[in-house]
């Protein structure tokens, strides 16, 4: 799967996905093409209809405190990954936080998109993540 994103800035997207997660750049610009594990991220500034989508444009992310979809990504060590970004520049919500069935937290890049990074751990046993109230029927 490939995951679009609308940003302000290639250069400084680039450099955040390239450098701070360890992405590899495959095309610098329109568009720009990261590889990152085993998945890839393109990134291009929005823009007016074109003739495949007419009457859609592609606009900026607004961040705020609601999202509708955000990355999740996968790390074997979420502390180690942690210590790193954060070094590096990411902007971390919160510290890893361990929740039973896997340990995450979630940042931001440079346009405010969300992103999650966890660890699976009690998972890896059976261990599943406690239902919410909003999660159960009625």
């Known amino acids: ?20 997660l360890g992405g590899q750049v495959v095309l610098e610009e329109n568009p720009c093409m990261i590889k990152l594990a085993n998945s890839w991220l393109i990134m291009n500034p929005g823009g007016p209809p074109t003739p495949d989508k007419p009457n859609v444009s592609v606009v900026n992310y607004e ?12 790390v074997a060590d979420i502390q180690a990954c942690y210590e790193q970004w954060s070094a590096k ?7 890893p936080i361990d929740r039973g069935a896997e340990i995450r937290c979630y940042m931001r890049d440079p346009d405010g998109y969300m992103i999650e990074v966890g660890q699976s751990t009690g998972l890896l046993e059976g261990q ?11």
């Open 63 to 74: 961040p705020g405190d609601t999202v509708s979809s955000f990355m999740n990504l996968r």
């Open 89 to 95: 520049g990411a902007e971390f919500v919160t510290p």
């Open 1 to 20: 799967m490939t995951q679009f994103i609308t940003v302000r800035s290639v250069a400084r997207s680039r450099a955040f996905y390239s450098e701070v």
């Open 128 to 138: 599943l993540a406690k239902k919410r109230p909003e999660d159960l029927p009625g």
